[in-house]
């Protein structure tokens, strides 16, 4: 890799909003005006000490933040090999990594007059964090959500309503976050003037995702402080699952210019990369498009049309991935790999035996590479993996897979 582009690395992205050749803003003439404006706003809040310090009260107050760098010692002695800490963001309020984002992003929102919150979700974890403070400070807050997923994550959706939002299932497509951002973007363009669409990972036009990768950026800077206090230096390998990329790219952002620190994003292998459709692997298994306002890598097939991917986890079965992943992939900055639907379920297994964590499907994934590669590590090596969720939302889907029956007093396997 070429000492240039390494040195590079916090400056991304370029004025265009470029991460080399990926990134950029492919928009409508309607929503231009609006992303420049966003754009001015962010970049009025970054240098603002009255901007961080309402989000540094909030995280504090209100999140619960800093999470904690957990070492999990069982799961250490029984992959015998690299020492692994689990980041704790899972204990975050609401139950995931998601809300790191969503309180910048609604803060700017208030900043610009805006009244009228929407979002996409998939696992419903960004719907929920969205709900939950669009609550907490009184805004009117819609929901987009594939209508698969309404179903295959129906806690998450008694939440936003709980919480007062408005849900709308979309039905297009496989009913999955592509389609649910379709219709959000939709809904942006027609009602312009009140509206805020807060995105949920590093996707779509500049500069949501240089801004979404700030926000969460929480994540790594508390990382590099956790471990100097416990191990006294930094860590060797990060690992962290990837839907579109938001809580990889919080815990690797901080970590770009260290050379020695090896990164490693884990995309939704699904039911293995070969089988034609049936994975949501865009670096392992697509290639570059424009997708949602950017250009980055895409499952498409050869006339450009997008497929749909697939995924067990909710959270990862997007068949595109936020432009900076492309591009540290394309320079080999990080490395990215891809793990099965039955790999993931043996890893939230294993999480809840040995840790007494039942993590959420999507950290699963990046679990299951840390089962593949620790043993293989010197018991010196630090390995951090990023528990990005909690599983509640998914137990009701693990059951299923597993063909536990939850009806029943006791339950009952089927097999
Ligand atoms: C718990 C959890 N982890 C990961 C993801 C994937 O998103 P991202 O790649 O932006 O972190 C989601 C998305 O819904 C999620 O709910």
New binding site residues.
């Given amino acids: 890799m070429a000492d240039d582009l390494f040195n590079s690395f916090m400056n991304g992205p370029d004025e265009n909003g470029r991460f080399g050749d990926f990134g950029g803003r492919f928009v409508s003439e309607t929503l231009m005006p609006l992303i420049l404006s966003l754009e001015e706003e962010y970049e009025k809040a970054k240098t603002d000490e009255s901007f961080w310090a309402e989000m540094h009260d909030l995280w504090t107050h209100y999140v619960g933040r800093p999470s904690p760098l957990y070492y999990a010692e069982r799961l250490t002695e029984h992959l015998g090999g690299a020492k692994i800490y689990l980041k704790r963001d ?1 204990l975050n309020h609401t ?4 809300i790191n984002n969503v309180l910048g992003q609604i803060i700017l929102a208030r900043r610009m007059g805006k009244t009228r919150i929407i979002a996409e ?6 719907g929920v964090a969205t709900a939950t403070v669009c609550a907490k400070f009184g805004l009117k807050c819609i929901v987009y959500m594939g209508a698969h997923d309404v179903e295959r994550q129906a806690p998450n959706v008694f939440r936003m309503r709980l919480l007062g939002a408005e849900v709308i299932p979309v039905t297009s497509g496989r009913g999955t ?1 592509k389609d649910a951002m379709n219709d959000a973007l939709r809904d942006w363009v027609t009602n312009v003037r009140d509206t805020f669409y807060c995105i ?3 996707a779509g036009p500049h500069p949501y995702p240089a801004m ?1 990768r700030d926000f ?1 950026s929480i994540i790594g800077k508390e990382v590099r402080e956790q471990m100097h206090e416990a191990e006294g230096r930094l860590p060797d390998t990060l690992i ?9 790219m ?1 815990l690797f952002f901080p970590f770009l210019d260290d050379k020695s620190v090896n990164i490693i994003g884990v995309e939704a292998g699904g039911k293995g990369v070969n089988m034609k459709m049936e994975h949501c692997a865009s670096l392992t298994g697509g290639r570059p498009g424009v997708l949602h306002g950017n250009r980055t890598y895409l499952l498409q097939d050869d006339d450009g049309q997008i497929l749909e991917g697939y995924s067990i ?4 079965d ?1 068949p595109g991935i ?1 432009p900076e992943h492309a591009w540290l992939h394309e320079i080999g900055r990080a490395q990215y790999v891809s793990i099965t639907d039955k790999e993931a379920l043996e890893a939230f297994q294993l999480s809840c035996q040995l840790e007494g964590i039942i993590p ?1 499907l ?2 699963s994934h990046a679990l299951a590479h840390v089962m593949k590669i620790a043993g293989d590590l010197p018991s010196d090596h630090l390995l951090v993996m990023n528990m ?3 599983g509640d ?1 998914d137990i009701f889907s693990v059951a299923k897979h597993l063909g536990f029956d939850m009806s029943g007093p006791e339950g009952r396997v089927f097999e």
């Fill in positions: 899972e139950g995931a990594h998601k979700t998939g696992a419903g974890q960004h976050l949920g990972t590093v979404v969460q962290a699952a990837i839907g579109g990329g938001s809580n990889a919080g986890s909710a959270g990862l997007y936020g959420a999507e950290p990005c969720g909690r939302k």
